[in-house]
């Protein structure tokens, strides 16, 4: 069982920047693939970015490609999003899931444990 709760969101104008964090429950984090997804209001959860359980590999929407970094830190049981040149179209609740095993998966049903979100509004 992994427990995760999100933190860093808020408010911010247009091109800045904020780091998301995702904190996990349990020892053995570093099995467990993670990722970031999104939610608009009224919209489908979408994509964001992923990372393997070795940190070594990672993969990005297209939206976000450039502008945000996944990581994370082991030691800490910590995953975190860097988010640059924010745009007002990246305003969205903001969730970390994580799933056993390698990872890398880009649909929200290839993951079992999900955090509750935390708020990342831009404004123009």
């Known amino acids: 069982q992994v427990q995760l709760v999100e933190s860093g969101g808020g408010l911010v104008q247009a091109g800045g920047s904020l780091r998301l964090s995702c904190a996990a429950s349990g020892r053995t984090f570093r099995r467990y693939g993670m990722a970031w997804f999104r939610q608009a209001p009224g919209k489908e959860r979408d994509f964001v970015a992923v990372i393997d359980w070795s940190g070594v590999e990672a993969s990005y929407a297209d939206t976000v490609k450039g502008r945000f970094t996944i990581s994370r830190d082991g030691a800490k049981n910590e995953l975190y999003l860097q988010m640059n040149s924010l745009k007002p179209e990246d305003t969205a609740v903001y969730c970390c899931?994580?799933?056993?095993?390698?990872?890398?998966?880009?649909?929200?049903?290839?993951?079992?444990?999900w955090g509750q979100g935390t708020q990342v509004t831009v404004s123009s």
């Open positions: 899931a994580a799933v056993a095993g390698y990872g890398l998966g880009i649909n929200p049903s290839d993951y079992d444990y």
